[in-house]
């Protein structure tokens, strides 16, 4: 009856390791997915920035 | 006279490497030292982009004191006995680096003339911090000590507070126009995270008492400094050349010999400074952006050591073919 009692409670702790475990890799998943999304949208806005400024004095130099 | 941002933050740097490695110590070996370790990691590195663009775009807050106030907050977090708690406070502990690492890059990128050495130089402290921290850890030194480098951590980096919100920062030039913004952005990223990946992967067996690890980050905060020396003075083209190159040998052969291992480590760190003039090169209104792509590199790249180990055998062969790979990729992408 122990015996049974503790394989219960191995696999128990077994599975709510891998349950609770699961859990926290779905979210940081999510959370790292968020990050990168956000990050390469403020990158690409900033490259845009970068050639609409090249663009614009490259129009300056040639009016002169 | 021009603001000597890069010493205030070398500083700040090294005290908030102290109190995160103290804290990170404190509790190794610990069964859950992996996931607190990638917990911490995760916080600190990768959402560093968005906070220093948060930084920039809205420049009232009182940054500096936030991010010190975090860490120690998370002092208290992480002596909670409930586990929820803990682990909590090293997200804390995270977060509170990246403001402080944000806050530095934007310092002394700002007042740095264009040139990539306070950069390196703030980056470099972190070495310092990192063995200062782990010793008190480790040797489980009174938590109140920490007081002292989180003073020191708030009062340089109040000292540097004008430059971290001037919003006016210098040209970066390094990169090859040859190749598009996206280009540059992905080799520059690539290169960090092989250089992160390689941080695990070089075998140094020599090291097993604490003036060999002293030794091993100062000589890797020196490569870093130099590196951004050597940039501003011979070109990041040249140097990428011999930092990528000559690093080989020296790493592989190194396993136990000390005198050989420190050589390809400093070697091996001077690419830092030319990966982050890159990304300051293709961003550069937001340099708290491009610092966080290579410290996001600095997460991918030191993700798969959570995971798998490889033997000595192979990890040669990372470094022989890694090293190679990056040497192509950045003579291509950098300017003659």
Redesign the interface.
Known sequence: MDKLIYALLDVGIGGAVIFFGGIAAVI?II??VV??T??VK??RR??K???DLEKSEEEESLEE | MRNKNEVYYFIVHACVETICFYLLRLHYPLMLAGTIAFVYDFFAFLPQGIIGKFIENHKKLPYETIGNVLMMAAVFLVASPVHAVHVGGYVVLGIGNAVMHECGALATVTESEGKIFPSALFVSGGGVGIVIGQTMGINQVSVWFLLIPAVISEVCALAARKSVRKGVYPVFDVVNHKYSAGIILIVAFLVTAVRSYLGYAIPISWNKELWQTILLFGIMGLGKALGGYFVDRFGARRVALVSTLAAVPFLIFGDKLMVVSVIGVFFFSMTMSITFAMCLSVLRFSPGLAFGVTTAALFIGLVPAFFVRFNLYINAIFIVVFSIVCCVLLLKTLKK
Do not use: D, M, N
């Open positions: 940081f959370l790292a990050i990168i956000v990050s403020h990158i900033e490259i920035r970068k050639e």
